[in-house]
């Protein structure tokens, strides 16, 4: 079965600071993989997304994200965060079996230092 | 832009009411989904429709039941609420065949039973 690990709950960087948040999918095919970012109180917002091709993806707000098939990995990153990064982040993998549905990490919440 | 709004932001209900909770999207999508989500525990899919009056069970039904009447509007119904559903609800909508399943979220319903 297909299934998504964020093996860290929280993480907490300097603002300025790089960061990399982790996520681990398992499925045997090229998977559709997704980071979404939830802040404070509201609903989730798409960053990037994943399908094929070009193995580094860019996404909104400075963020990007590597696929590792060797690692079934898609670690997000960002070169310099921000405090207004400080959020939950969720790592998505959608379902092969035509439902369109997403499997969702239990997400990583960031806290950004001044 | 995809816009998918809920009724209410904030609820509270007492124990055995009928809660329904409403859900809007503007972008014509086919698919339709309802998602409590828990600290701890991620988003967990409770409902998913792929197109009017079609409803398929999620991961965690039980209590809950769904109306889809309409395509642009997807209802989550709590027949008689119980402390145990105070979470936070998140309405979700995609397209069925032409995107690759990305969910456009709504910002939420925090629901409260005393």
């Known amino acids: 079965a297909q299934s998504v690990t964020q093996p860290d709950i929280h993480i907490t960087v300097s603002e300025g600071a790089s960061l990399e948040l982790r996520c681990n999918y398992s499925y045997g095919a090229t998977p559709y993989l997704f980071w979404y970012v939830q802040s404070p109180g509201q609903g989730l917002q798409l960053l990037l997304k994943y399908f094929s091709g070009d193995t580094l993806v860019q996404g909104i707000k400075g963020f990007e994200a590597e696929f590792k098939r060797s690692q079934s990995s898609f670690n997000l990153r960002k070169p310099s965060v921000h405090w207004s990064d400080a959020a939950e982040y969720f790592c998505a993998v959608l379902r092969m079996d035509s439902s369109y549905k997403l499997i969702f990490g239990s997400g990583t919440r960031l806290l950004v230092r001044p | 832009d995809v816009k998918v709004t809920q009724s209410s932001r904030y609820l509270v209900k007492r124990t055995g009411e009928k809660v329904f909770l409403e859900c809007v999207q503007d972008?014509?999508?086919?698919?339709m989904f309802w998602y409590r989500q828990d600290p701890g525990l991620g988003l967990r899919l409770i409902y998913f429709s792929y197109d009017v009056k079609m409803k398929e069970k999620g991961d965690i039904p039980e209590g809950y039941s769904v109306s889809r009447e309409k395509k642009e509007r997807f209802s989550l119904i709590l027949e008689s609420a119980s402390t145990n559903q105070t979470s936070m609800y998140l309405c979700a909508s995609s397209l069925y065949q032409g995107g690759e399943g990305e969910q456009y979220f709504g910002p939420g319903t925090r629901l409260t039973v005393t």
């Open positions: 972008m014509d999508h086919e698919n």
